[in-house]
């Protein structure tokens, strides 16, 4: 029925700035059905990850393989509350009422839990693709057409790795790493033109992709900073230009690049429990238990706290980038897998690298890449080198500090990279800097000493971070007090 001129209206009748006005937040399902198949779900994604995109027989996976249960986001005082089923599935679990299924020719890992069921499935290019229920993924799934690598060509413009003699104060430090962490697929150590030593577990091989998890977020920013290179993204200051965000008079308008790359965005959003009440969450694992469009979701986020004033890390803001990067590149009529990967990591000779995709068939931003540890060395010597690759500059004049620098108190969180400002590694550099990922995967750049140093551990797995610290310190005092 038309509203007669004469009443008071309720709503806001003037036109959408934009098409589509303001987006509708996104509800986060807290209910035991709901944490039953996000659990069932990563299940699946692990096994996938772990056979069919790093390679590893069944009986390994077994053996490395440790049930993450999905937990309820926490709220605004870091506390998760509200139903767990952790005693449950655990419990289950250890009796054996998890069937896990692995179909090696169709690469896929089929995870049951009584009536519960999660599938995932590898494909090249997209890493292990999580379906959940679903068994087949929105989206084509035909190989990208990438360069092929540089064989025989010196690392880090090629994959030919020199032997060379390790010290023995680094052979004994790389011994005491190796027996005090089960875990670990490998460490590499070099300077920004050679591997100066590299070791593996008996897992872990020079051409074995190895998981990254958040370290892809140093990817992402990394890609950002190409964006703004290449005048595509004017500055890091301004609004971040997501597709459902363009109504210039909604809140998500206030949240800048930085305040994404800097885990300041306010995103979050209600979580709805069993018993139908709600709290404010803030997503950090949703991305890889729930089989969604990544990029849709983290754009309806809510906005929980003004954007800039508190750093809660959460993996929405990745993905609002990464929707922003898919928009960049379609809006130039360019396909998106194949410029993607030719924006940063083609252009770097990382052919091992690939993003796991959604089911939507977006290139998750926030995590679950894979990379040899070559080839996520030559990110650091990226770095290393100022942001300046082959002779060619890929990154701004001043990106580097940028990046690698908190500008906020209360963290040592930068631009999707951590700082050793704290001390964290108490006998490295204050100025040491890692992106890191799940499980410590870690990648470290050491400016001052021109050292970078990548290390892949299986996830849920412990890593004696004290024994890493001991590692790379002595790699300085081997390499460069000298």
């Avoid at 506390?79 to 169709?106: K, M, N, V």
């Avoid at 084509?140 to 390790?166: C, F, L, M, Y």
């Avoid at 460490?187 to 030593?197: E, G, Q």
């Avoid at 897992?203 to 890609?223: E, H, L, N, Q």
Wanted: charged share 20%; hydrophobic share 40%; aromatic share 8%.
């Amino acid at each position: 029925m038309t509203q007669p001129s004469w009443m008071e209206t309720i709503f806001d009748r003037t036109p959408h700035l934009s098409a589509t006005g303001p987006v509708d937040p996104v509800v986060y399902d807290g209910s035991a059905a709901a944490l039953r198949q996000r659990t069932v779900n990563f299940a699946a994604k692990r096994y996938a990850d772990m056979m069919f995109v790093s390679g590893l027989d069944r009986a390994t996976a077994d053996r490395n393989f440790r049930l993450r249960v999905a937990q309820l986001p926490s709220g605004l005082s870091a506390h998760t509350t509200g139903h767990s089923i952790q005693a449950q599935a655990g419990a289950d679990f250890a009796a054996g009422r998890f069937l896990i299924e692995t179909d090696a020719p169709d690469r896929r890992a089929t995870v049951r839990w009584g009536e519960t069921v999660g599938h995932a499935l590898a494909r090249p290019g997209f890493g292990s693709i999580l379906l959940g229920p679903h068994a087949a993924p929105a989206f084509d799934t035909a190989p990208i057409v990438r360069p092929a690598p540089n064989v025989g060509k010196a690392w880090p413009h090629g994959d030919a790795v020199e032997a060379s003699q390790v010290p023995s104060a680094l052979a004994d430090a790389l011994d005491a790493f190796f027996a005090s962490s089960s875990g670990v697929y490998g460490v590499l150590i070099a300077s920004p033109d050679r591997v100066l030593t590299e070791r593996y577990s008996a897992f872990g091989r020079p051409d074995r992709v190895t998981p990254s998890w958040s370290m892809t977020k140093a990817i992402t920013s990394t890609v950002i900073g190409r964006l703004v290179h290449q005048g595509w993204l004017r500055s890091m200051h301004d609004p971040a230009p997501a597709p459902l965000w363009s109504d210039p008079r909604g809140i998500h308008r206030l949240i800048t690049l930085d305040h994404l790359v800097r885990m300041r965005s306010g995103l979050g959003f209600p979580v709805r429990h069993e018993d139908g009440s709600t709290h404010i969450g803030f997503e950090n694992s949703g991305v890889y238990q729930d089989a969604g469009d990544a990029f849709a979701a983290a754009q309806r986020s809510m906005v929980a706290t003004i954007p800039g004033s508190v750093f809660r890390y959460v993996n929405s803001g990745m993905n609002v980038l990464g929707a922003i990067i898919r928009d960049q590149i379609q809006r130039r009529g360019l396909p998106y897998y194949e410029t993607a990967y030719g924006l940063l990591v083609d252009r770097l000779g990382m052919s091992s690298y690939q993003h796991s995709a959604d089911i939507a068939g977006n290139l998750i931003a926030s995590g679950a890449g894979y990379a040899t540890l070559r080839d996520y060395a030559k990110l650091g010597a990226l770095y290393l080198n100022d942001g300046v690759w082959n002779g060619e500059r890929l990154l701004p004049e001043g990106w580097v500090d940028y990046a690698l620098t908190p500008s906020h108190t209360g963290t040592n969180y930068a631009a999707c990279f951590r700082s050793n400002i704290g001390g964290g590694f108490p006998d490295l550099p204050r100025d040491t800097a890692w992106a890191s990922g799940a499980s410590d995967q870690k990648l470290f750049i050491l400016r001052g000493q021109r050292l970078t140093v990548a290390v892949s551990n299986e996830t849920d797995h412990a890593m004696d971070m004290a024994a890493l610290n001991r590692l790379i310190a002595t790699t300085i005092d081997c390499y460069i007090l000298k």
